[in-house]
DNA sequence: GTCTATAATACGATAGAC
DNA sequence: GTCTATCGTATTATAGAC
């Protein structure tokens, strides 16, 4: 089965983490998701835009369902972290650096140029964050330091991943999977700043 | 004076940097450089993918220098980081949140479909963790930490950046840092596994 | 070298037959 | 609701006058 609409948005959605927003073409689109170029204005008749706005929360959604499957099985927010990032260097590795962030290449294209789409890419980081904070509450640390360490891990992964789809390596992802259980360890010695040891 | 090559290049890194590359049009570019169209192909035969390739690496090196400025100042690697960051954040704030990294959009867009300027970004930010990587070990730390601790630090900002300019807040920086800082602690502390405490 | 006009093509969007 | 043909307008790139 798999409908049309879903079709488009799924192909749509990994176009756009590929080549970004204004590097997809419509025609482009229904070529790769064998579907009539005017089911794109049946099913969207706000037209790319409209498109875009349902693809990024689409594939955050979906992206934060995979992360979270990944971080629940993990006995504690270490290990939950080092997984995590090894998971996506892998990935990373197994689709030659293209399968990273389904959003950020769009996400920084349309910052500053298009504040519909903007909000749609804040609201599944904020979602994203809210989910990390969630997980970091359970592995015992306070609201705000879970809230903090979410966004560490979440900032950390879509830096390497700049890093690593520019330079073909996954030394970035290990360094900065280093730097958020740095963090983690931290926050859970209950000092964010140094004093002891 | 300013000559017009060094105008286009100039306004060419504004523009990707709001705009990205697909996004902005050579039409564009030369509106606003307020030069002629034949120009960029007088300068630039190799089209909008050599001028592109020139205004990758000539505001990769400045916003280098930059950043070099700020943290030269610094008496240790905390204080540094910390500048740093709030620098980061200062200018996002007074532009509106348009003015981040100068090339992350572009290298984005063009790490799974032009290979010539993934190269550029690559040589860009590998001269940036070299660069850093020099100073982390001015502060005292070995050549594998003071590396390790250079691509935290720039995979930080980068990842800070992605959400801050969605989320039109500074918060993922303030955050960000934080990690940045506690690495480092860790790394003085001449543990970056875990054991001890 | 500077600048303009234009070619060839791709874009997003629309109209309308089926 | 599916599909095609097409409309304007963008794009990159080129040719050629000055």
Redesign the interface.
Known sequence: MAGTKDRIVGTTGELFR??????TGLKQIVAEAGAPFGSIYHFFPGGKQQLAAEVIRTSGRAYQQLVEAILDQAPDA?TAVETGFAAAAETLVAT???DACPI??V???V???DETL?EA??DV??AWVDSGATRFERWGFGPADAR?LA??L??????????C????ST??LT??A???T??V??AQ?GV?S?EE?
């Open positions: 590929r080549q970004g927003y204004t590097g270490v030659g650096y293209a950020a290449t996400a920084l294209e910052a500053s140029t903007r890419t804040a980081f904020a903090r966004i560490v979440i900032t950390s992964l879509e830096g390497a991943f700049v890093l789809r520019a330079a073909r030394e970035a360094a900065a280093s730097a958020v740095a963090a360890r931290a010695a964010s140094p040891r």
